[in-house]
T-cell receptor
Framework: GAGVSQTPSNKVTEKGKYVELRCDPI?????LYWYRQSLGQGPEFLIY????????DSGLPNDRFFAVRPEGSVSTLKIQRTERGDSAVYLC?????????????FGPGTRLTVL | GESVGLHLPTLSVQEGDNSIINCAYS??????FIWYKQESGKGPQFIID?????DKRQGQRVTVLLNKTVKHLSLQIAATQPGDSAVYFC????????????FGSGTQLTVLP
């Protein structure tokens, strides 16, 4: 079956611009996660959704970052007033329930470059 | 400007040999651990997991060992194949829920022909 998909695969923007990154989770998965991966490092947790609500947004670096999941399926990560330090690969993952030892399946990521 | 990433630990093995990739974790409260494989340009791919009430777990060609005393995790890959070349990450979580994963810095495995 289809895995987690993310669009666009690459996004180049200018400093100060607004960007939206989209994630389509595996069908039927109620839990969705966003991570950010900088070059040469492991992914860093940003936010976790259970259904439509953000159950844990403790990883969002500041208030320029915001994510929504209005219908409990597709999620959009929004970054306002982008900065060069926001350049990274943004990974989305989903899991069946978000519960105990529930495997997270990752998408291919969106590579964001802020010039 | 130029961005400088961290230099990943590297491991080179001959095809057919066994590989051992190590990971030290820092949070003694972590009770669920996962190994992921990441190929260039792709997202992390789940390999195997282990709960803190276990010391060892085996999968197909892979074994994970957990030593809670020294907070150490290892991944053993038997009969390493060229397709195993990738960056391997260990990840940990608290409460067994695997909701917020904390990843290590990764190890680059290269399989030599």
């Amino acid at each position: 079956g289809a895995g987690v998909s993310q669009t666009p695969s690459n996004k180049v923007t200018e400093k100060g611009k607004y960007v939206e990154l989209r994630c389509d989770p595996i069908s039927g998965h109620t839990a969705l996660y966003w991570y950010r991966q900088s070059l040469g490092q492991g992914p860093e947790f940003l936010i976790y959704f259970q259904g439509t609500g953000a159950a844990d947004d403790s990883g969002l670096p500041n208030d320029r970052f915001f994510a929504v999941r209005p219908e409990g399926s597709v999620s959009t990560l929004k970054i306002q007033r982008t900065e060069r330090g926001d350049s990274a690969v943004y990974l989305c993952a989903s899991s069946f329930r978000g519960g105990d030892a529930d495997t997270q399946y990752f998408g291919p990521g969106t590579r964001l470059t802020v010039l | 400007g130029e961005s400088v990433g961290l230099h990943l630990p590297t491991l080179s093995v001959q095809e057919g040999d066994n590989s051992i990739i190590n990971c030290a974790y820092s949070n003694s409260a972590s009770d669920y651990f996962i190994w992921y494989k990441q190929e260039s340009g792709k997202g992390p791919q789940f390999i195997i997991d282990i709960r803190s009430n276990m010391d060892k777990r085996q999968g197909q060609r892979v074994t994970v060992l957990l030593n809670k005393t020294v907070k150490h995790l290892s991944l053993q890959i038997a009969a390493t194949q060229p397709g195993d070349s990738a960056v391997y990450f260990c990840a940990e979580s608290i409460g067994g829920s695997a909701r917020q994963l904390t990843f290590g810095s990764g190890t680059q495995l290269t399989v030599l022909p």
